[in-house]
Each structure stands twice: as C-alpha cells, then as structure tokens.
C-alpha cells in the first residue's frame, strides 16, 4: 500500500464527508493504492456515525472510535498503530489542510528519502493574538531547544516514512513535538514543505488556552527524555555534584575566614551569622538531594523492561 492517511478527529461531522471525499478525489487522480484512517476522540456529535456510513462507502475508509476524549496524541498512536501504508500523512480533520499537498509530501519521502516532511503554514488563517503570536514564540522555543531547524513543528499536515511512526510513541501532548522524538529516534533526515492553509469552514477550535501552558512544559519533557531517559545519573548526578561544591567552597570561605580571624585576635561575628553559612548548607543539602535523585533514578532505569530497548536499522543477511 502506498499511503495511508491517519486523521484524528473531535466534533467534526460536518467536515467529514467533503474532507473524504477531497482525498478520495487526490488518491484517484494519483492512483495512489492507499488507506483513511479516522480516528474518533470521544465525539458528541455523531462523527462516528458518519464515519460508519462513509466506511460502507468506501472500503479505503476506516475508523477507530475511542470511548472517552483522550487528545489528539492517543489518536495518532492509535492511528499509526493501525497504519499499513509505506508513507504515513497525518492531516487534521476541520478542512483546514488541503489534501492536494499529499502527491507533493508523498514524493519528498520517496524519491528524496526523507523520514519525515513537516508541513509549514506561512499565511496562516488563524487568530493573530490567541494563535500566531504564541505559535510563532513556541515555534522558536522549539527549534533553540531541540536544534531542528523547522518553522511549524505543530503543523497537523506532515508525511513520515512507515519507519518512522512505527518507531515513536506519541503520549501526553507530544503531538507537538513529533519531529524531536523522530531526531531522538534516529531519524534526522527531516525536511519542510510550505502547505496551503485554509480558513476554518465548519465548527470551532477545540484547542483552548491551556496549551499555552502544555506546550511549554511537553518541549521541556521532551527534551530532557530524549537526553536523559536512559542515563538520569548524568543530569541528576552532575547538577548536586555542582550544588554540593559550591556549599563546600561556601563553607570553606566561612571557615577560614574563622580561622584568620582568630589567629589575628580579631573579633569576628558568629559562623551562623555568616551569610555564607546559609548558602553553604542549603547547597549541599540540595546538591546531596540531587544526587540522590540520580541515583534512584538510575536505579529505576536499569530495572526497567526498556533499558536496553535500541533501534536497528538493517541487519547484513546470513550466509
């Protein structure tokens, strides 16, 4: 199979029947073999009964129905699960990413063999103050943090090679963030395509202001698994070992500052009235605390069923 198209979805039943019928109209004219996967987030308004009848139409439709709102992560898990396709296009499901692109995504990991192709909205038709202006901040955040050089890494239009879904697992809001967990996996080929963006036709966002809160926090999670996740001791371990000697230089400075004072019969303050008696020990108690986060944590990696989980590309063939 050539393409499969995995499109979560929440509330959007009006949109469904023109959206699959665009991409019926593109995989046509390509003769493109492919597969639709929806997947249904817990909709209240009738999606999944929408789903059922365009699946009855078209046996390239599928449908995943989840019992409860899980978020759009679940459903790309659960999509790329399911997906057979050699090139995977994720796509939201609102109208608002034209289904034209896919020939152009289809060939950029084809025939210029990248992993993965993230779409770039440039003229976006979204609110300026709620969704631009911190797109655009978080976008920057991203690419300084994780060193991907991409300008829209939440663009819900991307393309990966087969490879790539069935390597990553999308949780939580890492949604946001697929293309640092591909880099983290392996795959660094990853490339940017300026896709067409459509002004919203039915509905309204289902996205509110608390991502302005997870996204930060996702990026800042993200990153730090993607280092640290299976050696914690070098993070944990290196900040106390740094806490602990700066509270013992402190503490050194207080001593010997003691010490000269007495031998020169000078009357100096109380240790304790030193401010750097305080900052000695509240330092080397948080340095000692920190490495023993490390430690635990380290212990907890090594008795995880993951530990020695690795990637594997190709293997040479037995003679």
Sequence with gaps: MDISVVIPLYNEAESLPELAAWIERVMLANRFSYEVIFVDDGSTDGSWNVIEELANRNNSLKGIKFRRNYGKSAGLFCGFREAQGEVVITMDADLQDSPDEIPELYRMITEEKFDLVSGWKKKRHDPILSKNIPSKFYNWTARRMSGIKLHDFNCGLKAYRKQVVKSIEVYGEMHRYIPVLAKWAGFKKIGEKVVAHQERKYGVTKFGLERFIRGPLDLLSVIFISKFSKRPMHFFGVLGTLMFLLGLAAAIWVGAEKLIATWQNIAAPRVTQ?????????????????????????????????????????KTQEQ
């Design 274 to 314: 030193s401010p750097y008696f305080y900052l000695a020990l509240t330092a080397m108690i948080l340095g000692t605390q920190l490495f023993l986060a490390g430690f635990l944590a380290e212990l907890v990696s090594r008795s995880s069923s993951e530990r020695n989980s690795y990637l594997i590309e190709t």
